[in-house]
């Protein structure tokens, strides 16, 4: 039940059992790795369908919610993010019917090979198991996350953030009862039902029930479940993305996708930080995409060169950049400008600064695009093409857990597989070792 | 250089630089990550013909390594796993080339995809970059981790154990000389010329410098790099491997199996430690199996059942099982024996002992086989075959860096595919995100 109470910060806990919500996660994780394709996929279709009919009582939840961020004064952008409505509902039932959509990838084999004794060797995708997702903010994570769960053969504990508390227990109410309804086990998504901060760490603690957790949040929330997790952890989503504006580049592709990757959605891990400029371009690339920028209020902090040109064509929203503003993630209409004599010295800048998520080249030179695509090392690496594409959706994986810095076990957005590991399977005829 | 005293248990670590280890592995990384597979492969090449022309060396180490182990008082087990010779040599060397012949992953490009709008999507093997591995015991590890680090693009450090210091000193020699007439950074292979324990914690803590640790021994040493390490661990090695004799079971098969399982190399993971034999052919097949391992002295642990079967065949080496012998790995001629009266029973006691890394069913059964795979979770899982094929080479990857209890990112033996990550790449042609 839920227990919440307007205006308080943190809803109580007293009846939330862990180990209980574990052992259930737990029974139902083997009863999903089983489960054939067209029950999962049925399962979903029912969570899609469930959105739009049980839509009320989602937005009812959302609209409390609603209420209680405007009177705890949480800005403009904080509230359309958290805000829910029949279109959106309706995006996020689409993105569950292509996560149904998706070929399921338990049961694949792939390596299959006869060896010459005779063993057929194969490995196989099973599912992880139990997966819990700790995240913040805006409510379709909850449906995103439970449908690539659901669809892996996963168990899901889901622990939302506090802002859209209602919604994420309104949403993940409605996908157990649709789930429930087309044969998985109900047990397979689970939603804390307080925001006590303490049972975040209680969870961490649940390395018996729980095989892997993904936070999916700020900065100070993925170092935190870093430290903590007793079980293994996929850490990501800050990301300090640079482009690269190459003196081979097409300016006019150039202003649009640094315009594009910076502005389209600035509070966001694959949004723009650091544009470096080639000096042979700057002069004419900077002033261009300073009035592009300035139509949507983003401040620049510039290096010395990048001020002085700009300086010259009198922009006003530039300023020095100071050391704190390289390898900064803005999170804002801000972007730091540096400009470069060689791609040499923009990948350093790169490696010394990246956070390993997202980086990006605009250049016509296809030595240059190759050359930037071999040498970064980062989850997502791009050429001509806005850093805001690095997303579990738009890179075709229907929806995402989250996006990994990590080189372990997945990079970049998570999808069906990330959820996923194998085992090897040996079929012999009685084969022993000589 | 080298500071063993022989008799002397530990080596000085005075004038071992971690930090500038570190470093050289980095840069080697850096440029191994680029090298192209001609590159690679010659390097190997050059290895296996050194491990022959530079025997005279490496058999001189191990000469010392013997000596030293027979004044320590080393078993005959241990003396055999310690020993180098021309044959064993070759034997290496062609493991080598086999792993020479493997296709390099580095740059496959795997779900590649053109999306609706344009952008193709892929994503490409790459490096982990820098690999720690801390090992024991047989100096063929040493040349098997290096052939597969630099097939896969990877530095290494290798820290190997006490008993074999000298002759993994020299191979490591041979090893970097060869590698680097080929055009390779003698810094890709570095080996700690030091058995002090104390430099086991500090790699430990350098997560700068190394991207992932391989431990490969010992529970003890698992258990630590697990707690202490700083960097991603991939750890495993313990294995508590069941075979399960169905009723269906063709029992000639069934005594090679199990025989072969326990006998052929007791000591290592992969030995069988429990038989879980179906009541119905019990009373056929057990004093069948004691017979067999009776000529090669093996002990069995047996339940009630167990023990009484073979209680009216009068067989001497089976005495009552203790709690503690079921989930026990013996590494030893010691097995444990129990009856049950179904696979359920069998799965049940698979699913409370495993340790998820081999586990086999022998069976005529189709339905039992099929339902035994799909079941059982553990790294490999095999039908009508010894759990000793739980092994890279075994099962076609060359050689292995070890075998991983894991389900993140590598489960079963770890070859070049599990030394590997990879980035997404994008290609665009001004994508911008509306």
């Known amino acids: 039940m839920t227990n919440s109470q307007e205006g308080a910060g943190d809803m109580q806990s007293a009846d939330v059992d862990l180990k209980a919500i574990g052992e259930r996660a737990r029974t139902s994780a083997r009863t999903l790795a089983s489960l054939p ?182 900065a100070e929330l993925v170092r935190r479940v870093a430290d903590e997790a007793a079980m293994p952890a996929v850490t990501g989503g800050v990301g300090v993305c640079h482009t690269y504006v190459d003196r081979a580049a097409n300016l006019d592709m150039a202003v649009e996708i640094v315009h594009n990757a910076k502005v389209q959605r600035p509070y966001v891990c694959n949004a723009l930080d650091t544009a470096l400029v080639h000096s042979a371009i700057a002069p004419e690339f900077l002033p261009r995409i300073a009035a592009s920028w300035a139509e949507d209020g983003v401040e620049m902090r510039c290096d010395r060169r990048a001020l002085s040109i700009l300086g010259q064509s009198g922009d006003a929203s530039a300023r020095p950049a100071t050391d ?75 929806a995402e857990v989250g996006i990994s810095t990590d080189k372990m076990h997945a990079r970049g957005p998570m999808g069906l597989y990330e959820l996923t590991s194998y085992k090897w399977t040996v079929l012999g005829s009685g084969q022993i070792r000589a």
Chains 1, 2 share one sequence.
């Open 324 to 398: 704190d503003d390289w390898g900064q993630e803005f999170l804002a209409l801000t972007a730091a400008v540096r400009v470069v004599d060689s791609m040499d010295e923009a990948l350093h800048h790169i490696e010394t600064y990246t956070s390993g998520h997202t980086e990006a080249i605009v250049t016509d030179d296809y030595g240059s695009a190759m050359r930037f695509l071999d040498a970064v090392d980062a989850g997502v690496v791009m050429v001509n093409a806005s850093t805001r594409f690095n997303d579990g959706a738009q890179l075709g994986l229907g």
């Open 37 to 218: 394709a067209d029950v999962k996929n049925d399962a979903l279709a029912n969570v899609a369908r469930a959105l739009e009919s049980r839509q009320d009582e989602i937005l009812a939840a959302n609209e409390s919610d609603l209420a209680r961020a405007g009177r705890d004064g949480l800005g403009a952008a904080a509230l359309d993010r958290l805000l829910l409505d029949s279109k959106r509902l309706e995006g996020m039932a689409d993105d569950v019917m292509n996560v149904a959509g998706l070929p399921d990838p338990i049961g694949e084999t792939s390596e299959l090979k006869m060896l010459p004794n005779g063993l057929r060797v194969g490995k196989r995708r099973v599912p992880l198991g139990v997966i819990a997702a700790i995240y913040e903010s805006r409510p379709n994570v909850t449906i995103d996350i439970a449908a690539l769960c659901i669809k892996s053969g996963n168990a899901v504990i889901l622990r939302g953030g506090s802002e859209a508390f209602e919604s994420n227990s309104a949403l993940a109410s409605v996908v157990r009862g649709a789930i429930e309804a087309a044969g998985v086990p109900a047990g397979a998504v689970q939603f804390i039902r307080s925001t006590d901060r303490a049972l975040v760490g209680q969870m961490l603690a649940m390395s018996d029930y729980i095989d892997l957790v993904v936070p999916r949040g700020g």
